[in-house]
């Protein structure tokens, strides 16, 4: 026999075609990783690790995500995303303020609203009273009489006689009272005539709207002025005892407007407006 031995056949292994692409794959991303370590700058470098050239590379997988998208997402949350809570925050606060303002402008004007109505509805009650003939808010309707002072009694009547007054009678009604009690008009008049009047003292004329008179005598104070339009109720004066009177008190007499020399009795004309005395 030969010393040479006949050669032996080798028996060739079958390649699996997914381990080849296993492979290929695990050598992509160690490359990658290599990669990304040979552009980390070195320990010795004073450059801060946390940036490179202006962008955030926080580690190897920063940089994949930059070359996919082509920018930093840590750079943008923190360059972005804040400011925008803030703006919104701003914006909340303006919107808020608006509606506080809305609403305060709502009840200012239901409030003035309201206020008017109210005046408007006591206006009306008291035009209708007025109408009526009866008193509003404490103050006489017009045309209404009242009396001419308050707190009095009834010292001397018209017509009694005697020698104090010089036409031989009282010519008017004397309401004795306090010295310093308000006199007050008795209707809607207008101020004739004011001042000393010899007997009569302090004395103010009162012309009614029909023309007659009413004098208000022995006054201690006068308080209106010649031209001046009075209501029923209005002070016009003070009682006193100026001229020739004994003791305080309103001698008060009414004069028609067809002989205003001459006095006559008052009583009727405050019987006639619904005043007993």
Known sequence: MSSHHAPRHRRRRKVNPSSLISTGVLTAVVGAVVAAQSMAPSSGTSTPSSRTQGTYVASASSVVARSLHGRDATQISRAGHRPSLAADSASRRAAERQAATRTEKLRHAATSAENYGRRLTRHRQAADKQSSGQPSTGRPALGAW???????????WFGEAGPYWSSGYHTGI?????????????????????????????????QLENGDQVWYNHLSAIEVSVGETVLPGQEIGR??????????????????????????????????????L
């Open 239 to 276: 009682i006193g005892e100026t001229g020739n009177a004994y003791g305080a008190h309103l001698h008060f007499e009414y004069r028609l407007a067809s002989d205003l020399s001459t006095a006559v009795d008052p009583k009727p004309f405050f019987s006639e407006h619904g005043i007993i």
């Open 146 to 156: 009242v009396l001419p002072t308050s707190g009095f009694h009834i010292s001397v």
């Open 174 to 206: 004397d309401f004795a009272t306090a010295y310093g009690t308000p006199a007050v008009a008795v209707t809607n008049a207008t101020v004739e005539q004011t001042g000393w009047d010899g007997a009569y003292g302090n004395q103010i004329r009162l």
